[in-house]
Nanobody, 121 residues
């Protein structure tokens, strides 16, 4: 199993920056990829960015060029640097870890508790 603890959300003015952190613990050697998702009120949860175990990254079109996902393997932590924030970026941001359960022969998603990002216009 994997435990995820997020931090770094808050209130920022439009055009500002925030950095989210997600610290993973547990069976981290079996994590395939980690990422960030977000969910705004009344909307479905959507992918923001992912990073694989080989550091391949993937971004939603809406955040390309503004957000950067990275990882520090020594700290078992994934970061999301968010620049030039827009009011439409406001949401609860969730850290995700896609974990390989070898005994069950399947991949399992683990989620953090979520951190609120508010962007004022």
């Amino acid at each position: 199993q994997v435990q995820l603890v997020e931090s770094g959300g808050g209130l920022v003015q439009a055009g500002g920056s925030l950095r989210l952190s997600c610290a993973a613990s547990g069976s981290i050697s079996s994590i395939n990829s980690m990422g960030w998702y977000r969910q705004a009120p009344g909307k479905q949860r959507e992918l923001v960015a992912t990073i694989s175990s080989r550091d391949n990254t993937n971004y939603a079109d809406s955040v390309k060029g503004r957000f950067t996902i990275s990882r520090d393997n020594a700290k078992n932590t994934v970061y999301l640097q968010m620049n030039t924030l827009k009011p439409e970026d406001a949401a609860v941001y969730y850290c995700n870890a896609n974990y390989r359960n070898w005994l069950a022969g399947k991949n399992v998603d683990y989620w953090g508790q979520g951190t609120q990002v508010t962007v004022s216009s």
